[in-house]
């Protein structure tokens, strides 16, 4: 099965997931929590992972079955920015003064 349609088996998940990182931002090279969310879920996903890279950086990485040198990078901001979320939604900023 492509992986493309896989997605949708785990849409309810990612959606919790997302909104629980928005609920509980950090700042730049504050984000502790956030990265180990990522990166305990990558392990679980049976991706390697490199922590901590620049501080709080994650890096996952995924190995096809041949040997190449070929590579494709993927990157993610996980920073908060210091602006107060006015929003009232369900998983608003539970920090006063950041959001994503």
Do not use: C
Not at 63 to 74: A, F
């Amino acid at each position: 099965m492509p992986v493309i349609d896989r997605i949708k088996d785990f849409q309810n998940d990612l959606v919790a997931i997302r909104r629980d990182i928005h609920a509980h931002p950090e700042i730049g090279f504050e984000e502790t929590r956030t990265s180990a969310i990522v990166a305990d879920l990558l392990e679980t996903w049976g991706i390697t992972v490199h922590r901590g890279v620049g501080g709080t950086g994650v890096v996952g990485e995924l190995r096809g079955n041949h040997n190449s040198n070929k590579r494709i990078g993927l990157r993610a901001d996980m920073d908060a920015l210091p602006i107060l979320e006015t929003t009232g939604l369900p998983y608003a900023s539970t920090v006063p003064g950041k959001m994503h």
